[in-house]
C-alpha cells in the first residue's frame, strides 16, 4: 500500500484510475437512482453494483501490482465471474421493465456469456433485439442500441486479449493489462453512463 | 491481503468469490427494499444483513487462506452460528407477514436447527408448511417452495462436510472448502434472491 | 490480523462472534427505524449506535486477543463508559416519548449508574417504575418490564465478573472474557431487540 | 494498531474514547437530522461533519499514542485549523435560519477565530448577540446561551493549554493531551448535543 | 500510517488537512442535496464525488509523504485525469439545467481541458458565457461567475506548478506540493461551496 507509484507506470497508473473511477461510478449511479423514475430503479442498482464489486477488484490488483509487479489475472477472471452475469441480468431488466419479455430470453443470454458471439447475435438478431425494436420506448432503444454496440466492442476486447495472451505468445504483459482495465472501464463505466442518460431523458419525458 | 492470488487456487477464488458478491448481494437487497411493498422491508433487511455478515467473515477467511493455505474452519463455525438462527427468523418473519401464525412456532424453527432433520420435517409437513399451504398469497408460497428446497439441499451439503471432515477421513481439506463455500453461496445468495423475486412479483400485483 | 483464530479458542471465537453481531444488529436497528411510528425513532437510534460503538471495539478486542493471546481491559472499560450512559438514556427517552417524564429523573438515572443496585431499585421501585406503570402503553410497559429483567441480571453480570476478577483472585481470565462478552450480548444486542419487538407492535397497533 | 492499550494508560485511553464517541455523535446526528424541522438541518450536518472529521483525527492521534507514545501535536493543529472556522459557521446558520443577520457579521466571527478574546466579546456583546436576543425563538436562544457558554469555557481550555505548552514550561504533555480531548469533548460532542436538544425543543413546538 | 507527522511538515500537514476537507465536503454536499431544489440534485451529486475520489488520492498520497518523504506526482496526475473532467461536466449539468444548451458544447468543454486558455475563452466570451448571460436565473449567473473566476485562477494555478516543475528547474518540489494542495482546495471545495450556495439561494427563492 506504502509504495510509490511511479509517474512512468501506466499499468499502475491505469488500475488506480479505474479501482477510483468505480467507486465514483458507483456512488454516483446509487446517488442519482432516487431522481428517476422508478422503472429505472433496478437498471440503476444493478450498473452500480457492478461497478462497486469491480472497485474492490481494482484496489487489490493496484496493490499487487504496485508490491509485486505481476499482473493478478486470477482477480481478473473472479471479477468477470460475478460481473458478466450481472451485465447480462442489467439488459435483461432494463428491457423487461418496458416489455413483457420471456423469462426463457434471460436463460438463453446468460449461457450466451459463454459463447460470446451468441450474445452478439442474440443483440442484435435474435428477441431481445425484436422485442427492443417494437417497445416503443426511444430512451430504452437509444440506451440498447449504444450498449449492443458497447458489448460488441468492449467484450471483443476481452477476447482479443484472451487471444493475445494464449495463442499470440502473450508477448506483453503490460500492455495486455491497460487493454483489459480500458475494456473494464467501457463496459462496465461507460455502459453504466449510457443507462443512465438514457433513464434521464426517459424520466424527463415522463414528467 | 499482498500476497499472489494464483489463478489455480480453486479454494482462494472461491473464497475472493463469494466476499464480494456477498457485499454485492447485501448493497441489491438494501438498496431494493424501499421499491417492495413494505410488509416485505424486514425479511429484505434480514437478508442483506446475512449477507453483509457473511461477507466480513468471508474476507478474513480469504487473507488467511492466502497468507497461511489453511481452512479457517472457526470462522465458518462462528458465521454459521450467527446467520442460521437468522435464516430461520427470516423463514419466521415471511410467512408472518402474511398469515397470523403462532409465536411458538419461532422457538421450534430454532430449536430445531440443531436437529436438521426436523427443520426439513417442519418446512415439509409441519404448521409452518400447512400455513403457508393456506395463507392464500402466490408469492409467498413460491418463496416458500423455492426456499424449502434450497434449505434442504444447501443444508444437506453442511451435512455432508461435516460427515466427511470428521466420519470419512476428511481426505480433501481442499474440496471441502469448495463445498462448504458453494452451500453458503446457496443458503444465503440464492436464498436472498428467491424471497427478493417472491418480493418483487407480491409488489407488482399490489400497485 | 492475519493470524489463525484456532476453533478451540472460545475466548477469541466469542470476541469475533460478537463484533460482527453488533454490527449486523447496528445496521439492522438503524435500517428497521424508518418502519416504525415516528417516536420510536430516537430510541432505536440509540440502541443502534450503542451497537455500532461497541463493535468497534470489538473489533479491536478480538485483533488484540489473537495477536496477543491478552484480555484488553482498558477498551472494555472505554466501552462501558460510553455505553453504559447511553443505555441509560435509551431507557429514559423511550419512557420520556409516551409519558412526561421529570428531567430530574435523567439524572438520577445517570448518577444511579455509579451505585448499580441503585439502578435496580429506581426500575422496580422509583419513579420511572410508577410512571410506567401509569404509561397506559402496553408496548413500552412490555419492553420496560422485559429490559428491567435483562438489566437487572445482565448489570449482575459484570459485578460477578468484577468480583471475581479483583476479590476472588481473578482465577480464570479466559472464563471472565466469555463471562463479559455474554453480558455485553445481553446488555446491548438483546436489549436493542426487545425494545424493537415493542416499538414493531405499538406501530402496529397505530395503524 | 496491533498493541496492547494498558487500562492505566489515561491519555490512550482519552484518545480512545473521545475517537468512538465523535463516531457515534456523527452518526447520531445524521440520523436524527431527518425528524427534525427543516430549519435545522444544516446546523445538524454541520455538527455531524465536525464530529467525523475529528474522529479520523483522533483515530489516527490514538494509533500513534498507542505506538510511539507521543503526542500527536500536528494532528491536533490540523484539526483545530479544520474544525473551528466549521463550529463558528455553525454558529453563523443556527442564528441566520431564524433571523436575517448581515452576511458581514460571518467573516468578523471566522476572523475573530484569530483573536479568541473577540469572539466571545461577539458573542456576549456584538451584533449576534443582539440579533439573538430579539429572534424571538426561544430554542435558539437556548442553545445560543449555552453554547457561548461552552464556547467561553471550552475555547479557554485551548488556550490555558497553550499557555502552559509554551510559557510555562510545558510541565507535563500527559496532562496536556487530557485537557486538549476534554476541550474537544466539550466543543464538538456537548456543543454538538445543546444545538440538538433547542433543535428537538423547537421542532416540538411546530408540530 | 503510524509515522508520526511533525508539525513543521507543512506539506505533510497539508495533505492531511485536504483529504479529511475533502471527505468533509464529500459528505456535506451529499447530506445538503437532499433539501435543495431538484434540479441541482445531480451538480451537488458531481461535486461530491469529486470531492470524494479526490480524498482517496489525497489519504494515499499522506500516506507516501510520511512513509518516504516523497511528492506522490503520479498520483496528482491520476486525480486530475479523473476529476477535470467532472468539474468540466458539472459546469456544464449546471448550466443545462437550466437554460437549453447545445449538446456540442461539452465536448468542447471538455476537448478544451487539453489547452486551458480555451477553456477561459469558452468560459468568458464563448456559447457558455452567452447562455448564462441569458438565462435569466440569479444564481446560476452567480455561480457560473465565482466559478469562472475560481478555474481561472485555480486552474492556472496547475499551470504555473507545472511552469515551475518541468522548465524553471523544479526548485523547490515542497512549495510546489503546498502549492498544488491550494490549486486543489480551491477547484474542489471552494468550486462546489459556490455551487451550493447559489443552489441554497436558488431554492429559498422557489418556495
Known sequence: MNKLLLPQDIVGGSFWLISVAMIGAA???FLERGRLSSRWATVMNLVGVIALMSSIHYFYA????????????????????????????????????????????FWRLLVGIVGWLYIIGELYMGDTGRKNASCGNESVQMAFFANRLIITIGFSIYHIGYFIEHLAGGANINSLNVIYNLADFLNKIIFGMIIYSAAIQDTRKGT
Not at 72 to 101: E, G, H, K, Q
Open 27 to 29: 456512488i454516483f449511479f
Open 62 to 105: 493496484k496493490n499487487l501490482w504496485v508490491l509485486n509487479g505481476q499482473a493478478p489475472i486470477a482477480l481478473r477472471y473472479i471479477d468477470w465471474l460475478l460481473t458478466f452475469p450481472l451485465t447480462i441480468l442489467t439488459f435483461y431488466v432494463m428491457l423487461n421493465s418496458v416489455t413483457d419479455i420471456k423469462r426463457g430470453m
